[in-house]
Nanobody, 121 residues
């Protein structure tokens, strides 16, 4: 069972940047497709970005494409989300999780505590 700990959130002004980290434990990280998800107040949790085992393949939701970059360091069992040109609508709790596969945007496994991102206008 992969365990997840997200960090790096905070409060920024519109146009600012943040880098989120997701540290994992439980083994097998380098064989897992990982993703970032977010949940805004009053809304369902939604997919943000996905990265393949090696990091060679990435996929983004249209709402963040060109602004966010997902990456991973398999030696550190960590996945990152670099967020630039942040907008107030990016305000949400951000979570990482395992993704079902390279063609999927569905999470699988238990959730961590998430990290709050707040963007003010």
């Amino acid at each position: 069972q992969v365990q997840l700990v997200e960090s790096g959130g905070g409060s920024v002004q519109a146009g600012g940047s943040l880098r989120l980290s997701c540290a994992t434990s439980g083994g097998g990280f380098s064989t897992i497709v990982m993703g970032w998800f977010r949940q805004a107040p009053g809304k369902d949790r939604e997919f943000v970005a996905r990265i393949s085992w090696s990091g060679a393949s990435t996929y983004y939701a249209d709402s963040v494409k060109g602004r966010f970059t997902i990456s991973r360091d398999n030696a550190k069992n960590t996945v990152y989300l670099e967020m630039n040109s942040l907008k107030p609508e990016d305000t949400a709790v951000y979570y990482c999780n395992r993704v079902r596969g390279l063609s999927s945007v569905e999470p699988t496994g238990s959730w961590g505590q998430g990290t709050q991102v707040t963007v003010s206008s």
